[in-house]
T-cell receptor, first 113, second 116 residues
Framework: QQQVKQSPQSLIVQKGGISIINCAYENTAFDYFPWYQQFPGKGPALLIAIRPDVSEKKEGRFTISFNKSAKQFSLHIMDSQPGDSATYFCAASASGGYQKVTFGTGTKLQVIP | GAVVSQHPSRVICKSGTSVKIECRSLDFQATTMFWYRQFPKQSLMLMATSNEGSKATYEQGVEKDKFLINHASLTLSTLTVTSAHPEDSSFYIC????????????FGSGTQLSVL
């Protein structure tokens, strides 16, 4: 019940295209859903996050879509650029202080020129 | 966002030696920090939760005597890999929660440990 399932495992997108990564969760206690971007040899960096009271959140080229009834959320990267090539992790946690964060399995994105 | 500094970024050691990794919160106080381990092309595995002034909470399957955690101040947590062996070679990452609701998790830059 603590799992967060992420797909696809890898993704190749042409420059200027839209990258879409999907995640699904089971634990209904989760109420905070962040996405992290990780470059090789570096720690993950918080990219964007959403709470279940909204269905969509947009920050620049990055958009999270959230479907509470389906317990699914996705990351859309518009106008994908080669610099976006990285591994992306979705995550989920419950509120209340220092709750553990459960991570998805990661998606390696490659944006080709 | 909040800054978490981790040192060293890379360490190579001989089998049987101990290695200490430091994690500092630079612009905020972190009463709780988290230590993760990541194998190549895999997700982050939570090893333990480090609590300032008290014992760390280890995840199931993580040897507390092998991975010693000390959280002596509100801005510093250390992970010591004792008697390291080649199978301990991995990417270790610390993190801390910050923000109004303590929900945002900020990561250090990671430490690549290679045990020969």
């Amino acid at each position: 019940q603590q799992q967060v399932k992420q797909s696809p495992q890898s993704l190749i997108v042409q420059k200027g295209g839209i990258s879409i990564i999907n995640c699904a969760y089971e634990n209904t206690a989760f109420d905070y859903f962040p996405w992290y971007q990780q470059f090789p040899g570096k720690g993950p960096a918080l990219l964007i996050a959403i709470r279940p009271d909204v269905s969509e959140k947009k920050e620049g080229r990055f958009t999270i879509s959230f479907n509470k009834s389906a317990k699914q959320f996705s990351l859309h990267i518009m106008d994908s650029q080669p610099g976006d090539s990285a591994t992306y992790f979705c995550a989920a946690s419950a509120s209340g202080g220092y709750q553990k964060v459960t991570f998805g399995t990661g998606t390696k994105l490659q944006v080709i020129p | 966002g909040a800054v978490v500094s981790q040192h060293p970024s890379r360490v190579i050691c001989k089998s049987g030696t101990s290695v200490k990794i430091e994690c500092r919160s630079l612009d905020f106080q972190a009463t709780t920090m988290f230590w993760y381990r990541q194998f190549p092309k895999q997700s982050l595995m939570l090893m333990a939760t480090s609590n300032e002034g008290s014992k760390a909470t280890y995840e199931q399957g993580v040897e507390k005597d092998k991975f010693l955690i000390n959280h002596a101040s509100l801005t510093l947590s250390t992970l010591t890999v004792t008697s390291a062996h080649p199978e301990d070679s991995s990417f270790y990452i610390c993190s801390a929660k910050a923000g109004i609701n303590r929900e945002k998790l900020f990561f250090g830059s990671g430490t690549q440990l290679s045990v020969l």
